[in-house]
């Protein structure tokens, strides 16, 4: 297949060709059941054998305890956006029935355009509860832009949240917190106000990290979610990591004036349903698991974390040559920088189309930033290999020297 190109779409994004062709026999044959996956039954015992190993692909590579349930289901982070509110705040119902419904407050770190969204979904479904802990706007180069994570000491969490939220990569916007806890940019796990418990109700939404480097700190979250779309598979499955004390009552919560909860979006009973309560996307599911067993067989999350940073230095390199000489501007502030998604300007008028048409020309597309913030945008997720990160590289020392 020759006429595929180099896709670097921020999601849906490329998968290993690999595996698409192995997802191509299993969609005629699943598993020599003489069935295709997308015409077997969810409780057929192949299917629950396979649906079990890609959960246990990602609690072995991920390293997740047993105090985390791990949930498939559909909807994408935009669902979760809903459920999260709707799930913590029935629990904070059921942990603290004394307070008013004006004390549950949810916390939001809006770094960008996903959080921002999600946030928003919490102002809708819990009004004057959605609060912003932190405003990374207000730190910008230009005061109106997400361009950075702001240092530890900005931060201000209220004192018993029934739910912290943050999301670990902006997918629009290039910013990302730092894996290195001692940074300024790492998010700030060691301030947050804990519950009487010692747990946190920490959210974390990993759509276009997950399964590209470990979680930091995973087991004190609270639910962490990913849609399948960017590192993993195809779009039709999102991936919950939920600890079980948020496996809750819903019910419960609402006989005692908690806001009902729709049971598929409910994640006690997407887990006592061992993520089977209503038919799963099994297709997704299949290409998925191939994607992790892949994984598995190259190294598992190390291989993928190094090949990632290395993949991220190198076109941030060529961005950085690039503003030398007047051609590229960077967007986002250092120590910020997303691994996954590079953001950058061409500088000059028509610079941006003359960069894309001659990507397009050598093979490479995917390459137009968010119609929000424009721009190029290069995704870097897992499948991208560095052969092809090598060839976009070249181009853009190639555009530069023309360009200068
Ligand atoms: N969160 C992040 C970080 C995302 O990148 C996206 C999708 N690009 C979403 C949430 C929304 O996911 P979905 O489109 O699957 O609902």
Redesign the pocket.
């Known amino acids: 297949t020759t006429s595929r190109v180099i896709n670097f779409g ?2 849906p994004s490329t998968l290993p060709q690999s595996v698409l062709e192995k997802a191509a026999q299993g969609l005629l044959n699943f598993e020599d059941t003489g069935i295709g996956i997308a015409e077997i039954s969810h409780r057929s015992k192949e299917f629950v054998a396979f649906i079990s190993n890609v959960e246990a692909l990602i609690r072995s590579q991920l390293n997740v305890p047993p105090t985390h349930s791990i949930l498939f289901t559909q ?5 979760q956006f809903s459920a999260v509110v709707l799930n913590l705040l029935a629990r904070h119902k059921l942990l603290h029935p004394e307070l008013t419904d004006d004390e549950r407050v949810m916390d939001y770190v809006l770094t960008g355009s ?1 959080s921002k969204k999600a946030f928003l979904e919490a102002k809708r479904l819990g009004g004057a509860r959605a609060n912003i802990a932190l405003d990374a706007r207000k730190y910008s180069k230009d005061g109106v832009s997400f361009d950075n994570v702001p240092p530890h000491d900005e931060y201000a969490f209220s004192p018993a949240s029934a739910l912290i939220y943050y ?1 670990e ?4 916007d290039g910013v990302q917190f730092s894996p290195d806890p001692s940074a300024q940019t790492s998010f700030p796990f060691t301030i947050l106000p804990r519950e009487r418990s010692g747990l946190l109700p920490l959210v974390g ?1 990993h ?2 990290s997950f399964m590209s480097r470990p979680i930091p700190h995973l087991s004190e979250h609270a639910v962490i979610f990913a ?1 399948a ?2 590192n993993i598979g195809p ?1 039709g499955l ?1 991936v919950l990591i939920v600890r079980q004390d948020c496996l809750v009552d819903v019910d419960a919560a609402a006989k005692l004036g908690a806001t009902p909860v729709p049971l598929c979006l409910s994640y006690k009973t997407l887990a006592e349903g061992r993520s089977l309560y209503n038919t799963p996307s099994l297709l997704p599911i299949y290409i998925t698991g191939l994607v992790l067993e892949r994984m598995q067989e190259l190294g598992g999350l190390a291989y993928f974390e190094a090949l990632g940073r290395r993949k991220a230095e190198k076109v941030y390199a060529a961005v950085r040559a690039g503003e030398e000489r007047g051609v590229f501007q960077g967007k986002v502030q250092a120590g910020s920088c997303s691994w996954m998604n590079v953001i950058f300007n061409v500088l000059g008028s028509g610079a941006e189309s003359r960069f894309l048409a001659g990507a397009e020309k050598v093979g490479m597309k995917g390459l137009k930033g968010h119609r929000s913030v424009g721009g190029i945008r290069v995704s870097l997720y897992n499948a991208v290999t560095e052969a092809d990160t090598d060839k976009l590289v070249d181009y853009m020392k190639e555009f530069v020297s023309e360009a200068s």
Do not use: L
Request: net charge negative; proline share 0%.
């Open positions: 921020a999601g909807g994408g982070g935009t669902t996903w999301c990569n902006e997918t629009i939404d759509s276009s849609g779309q960017k779009a999102t």
